[in-house]
């Protein structure tokens, strides 16, 4: 049993008999009344976020869980299939576990979550940041650069991303995982 000063970022705890991952907290003291914690959880299993809020003090149930590296193969129709880097075994998970399917590139290596008690996969830690190449975007207007405008842009993995203006087909950018937004142009 762990208490709500345990509570952080990727903690899983099983709430409302499902297992859920913590995604955000805030450790809120009002002037006037008891301390509580304000959460977001994401379901392991079903992918829905709920807000739930504890009381300080309370008392949660948290999920012992080992992590492990995988490398992603392919995706097949709904499911995405991973190879563990060490034993070389193969898994297959379905696009609801993971929290940013559209930026995961082949050949990427990501951090699978399990269940230490059934062995059972829980969610799919992406990189923070993935390097990916522009496929498909509007040429930039010269001149029309007097704020941070952006504009629309594909990338290799069909996700849409949106851009400053300067960057041009072909070219090579960083992008934030847990946000998906632009970082950076990478140069070669």
């Known amino acids: 049993m762990a208490s709500t000063s345990d509570i952080r970022k990727g903690l899983c705890i099983k709430y409302n008999h499902d297992i859920f991952k913590i995604i955000e907290f805030l ?3 009002p002037g006037k009344g008891p301390a ?4 977001k959880l994401k379901s392991v299993t079903t992918g829905k976020v709920i807000d739930n809020t504890f009381s300080a003090g309370h008392k949660i ?4 869980v080992e992590t492990r590296s995988y490398q992603y193969l392919y995706p097949e129709g709904d499911m995405f299939h991973f190879m563990n ?9 379905p696009k609801d576990n993971l929290d940013s399917p559209d930026l995961l590139k082949e050949g990427e ?4 979550i399990f269940n ?3 062995n059972s996969p829980l969610s799919v830690e992406m990189p923070s940041h993935v390097i990916l190449e522009i496929t498909h ?11 941070n405008a952006t504009k629309p842009a594909t990338t290799e993995t069909g996700a849409a991303v949106n851009v400053p203006l300067f960057i041009n087909e072909g070219d090579k950018v960083k992008i934030e995982t ?3 937004t632009y970082v950076e142009r990478i140069k070669e």
């Not at 290596?109 to 699978?112: A, E, F, G, M, Y």
């Not at 509007?138 to 007097?146: D, I, L």
């Open 27 to 29: 450790h809120v003291k």
């Open 116 to 118: 230490a008690e059934d």
């Open 61 to 64: 149930e948290d999920v012992r």
């Open 178 to 180: 847990e946000k998906g």
């Open 85 to 93: 880097t060490e034993d070389y075994n193969q898994i297959q998970l």
């Open 36 to 39: 509580f914690v304000r959460t």
């Open 137 to 147: 975007t509007e040429p930039g207007v010269k001149g029309n650069t007097a704020t």
């Open 109 to 112: 290596v990501v951090t699978i």
